[in-house]
């Protein structure tokens, strides 16, 4: 008895989600370790100076994208890499504290979150803790109900002040097909489902 495509990818994203690797969310926060990850609202970040257990503190990225850090007060930290945003810390904080040795890690991943709205079965925000694609995202709303016009899907994406939209169509992609339109989402992204 063969099943149809549709029921096929409907089963292997739903496997996706369900069975996903056991260290996902581990990597996740090992990648916004790295230096190159930017911080964004939300994100719990650990400063910690080394040897200064007054100076060692767990901070929420605040929604305006600033934290406040004692002795150096506000500080911008949305928007700027790890490793930005650390070398920014520690020369500020250099004049109160000579030679400083700090380490900054995001502990917690909470600003990577994209939107599905639309004729989707579970529609809502989903924080991401790992590279998430299209059709991933659409099986974690749920998967498509059965008024949705699958050829009609479009992503919004806000970037350098402009707004760009993205067309999807459900069918091809799960068919193989036009699969460069099932692209790697990004914090903030919108999925419209018509």
């Known amino acids: 008895m ?4 549709r029921m096929l990818t409907a089963l292997a994203l739903a496997c996706l989600l369900i069975c996903p690797p056991a260290d996902a969310a581990e990597a996740a926060v090992s990648a ?16 910690s100076v080394w ?3 007054a100076l060692t503190r767990q901070l929420v990225v605040l929604p305006d994208g600033k934290i406040s850090f004692p002795l150096v007060g506000q500080i911008q930290a949305a928007g700027r890499t790890l490793s930005e945003f650390s070398s920014e810390l520690e020369k500020r904080l250099e004049r109160f504290v000579p030679g400083v040795d700090l380490s900054v890690v995001v502990q917690q991943v909470n600003s990577l979150i ?12 989903f924080v991401l803790n790992t590279e998430v694609n299209v059709l991933q995202a ?11 016009k699958r050829g009609d899907i479009k992503i919004f994406r806000h970037e350098g002040g402009t707004t760009r939209i ?6 091809k992609v799960s068919a193989g097909e036009e699969l460069r339109q099932n692209m790697t989402l990004r914090r903030g992204d919108v999925i419209v489902v018509p």
């Open 166 to 171: 993205f067309g999807f169509d459900y069918d």
């Open 2 to 5: 063969s099943l149809p495509l």
């Open 32 to 47: 916004a370790s790295g230096s190159d990850y930017v911080i964004g609202p939300g994100d719990l970040l650990l400063i």
């Open 51 to 53: 040897k200064d257990e």
């Open 114 to 125: 994209v939107y599905v709205i639309g004729r989707v079965n579970n529609p809502g925000r």
């Open 138 to 148: 659409l099986a974690m709303a749920g998967g498509l109900n059965p008024f949705a």
